[in-house]
């Protein structure tokens, strides 16, 4: 009787597992195409974000409505031209990065951002308005403490004047350098200059608190407290990108196309 007992707890106990198992596959893969389109959402919640156009209590909708105002391209971020055979919505910079025949690898005295390799190719958008370009968003990415921060920073079409900054996703430490994500933070970035007069990036976030009084303030954003690693990352993947390594070679084409009078 004892045998035939544990015999049938075992044997409970295994088709348990069998159907819970059964239960979590089939949820994760009718569940995977909701979590994708969520994802995809939250990407551009966080791009409109850095934009301003939208709030962070913006619905489904209010997201869908203000992207109408987006345009996404594809660069090539050696040649700064704009790629016109790939279609945008298809193409994934990430995926690409890590993609021996799609991307490069970053010597080591240019990798401010610290993370050794990236895509060939990158997306920029345009926010437009009535057809005119009112704002350019970088994608950017780089090292913290714990993680790869990821987000993206607005620019005006000086392509020097910081409009927003924001990630969408990282792995800092809360209440350190997860105040990455604190609005007031955030809120500093806005109208600070990125470059200097011979359009070498300077933006820098520094140790305590940016003196008004100070000539380089205008480059400067609060340091995190008790952060110095996720601070000096921000600096460095922020640089990095704006770089002649990064979006450089795009922004400068940019620049000389508005001055023509025309847009990339």
């Not at 790869?148 to 924001?166: E, K, N, Q, R, W």
């Not at 350098?177 to 500093?188: F, H, I, L, R, S």
Request: net charge positive; glycine share 10%; with cysteine.
């Amino acid at each position: 009787m004892q045998n035939a007992s544990t015999m049938k707890t075992i044997l409970v106990a295994f088709l348990l597992c069998v159907v819970c198992s059964v239960l979590v596959s089939t949820a994760a893969v009718q569940l995977k195409s909701r979590q994708v389109e969520n994802k995809k959402l939250d990407i551009k919640k966080n791009l409109l974000l850095a934009t301003k156009l939208i709030t962070n209590n913006a619905t489904r909708d209010d997201i869908n409505e203000a992207f109408k105002n987006i345009e996404t391209k594809i660069v090539n971020l050696e040649t700064g031209e704009i790629v016109t055979d790939i279609n945008p919505e298809n193409f994934d910079a990430v995926k690409a990065s890590k993609d021996p025949k799609s991307n490069v690898l970053i010597p080591s005295s240019k990798d401010k951002a610290g993370i050794k390799k990236r895509s060939k190719l990158e997306k920029i958008y345009y926010v437009k308005d009535n057809g005119a370009i009112t704002q350019v968003v970088l994608p950017v990415n780089g090292k913290g403490l714990w993680s790869t921060l990821y987000g993206f920073m607005a620019l005006s079409p000086d392509t020097t004047t910081v409009l927003g900054l924001g990630f969408y996703q990282h792995g800092e430490t809360p209440g350190l350098g997860g105040e990455v994500d604190n609005p007031k933070w955030k809120a500093q970035w806005a109208g600070k200059l990125a470059f200097d007069n011979n359009w070498k990036p300077v933006l820098k976030v520094i140790k305590g608190s940016v003196n008004s009084g100070n000539t380089d303030a205008s480059h400067q954003v609060d340091g995190l407290s008790g952060a110095t690693i996720t601070s000096n990352g921000v600096t460095g993947l922020v640089r990095y990108w704006l770089g002649d390594h990064g979006f450089g070679p795009f922004l400068a084409k940019f620049r000389a196309s508005v001055e023509a009078g025309g847009s990339l």
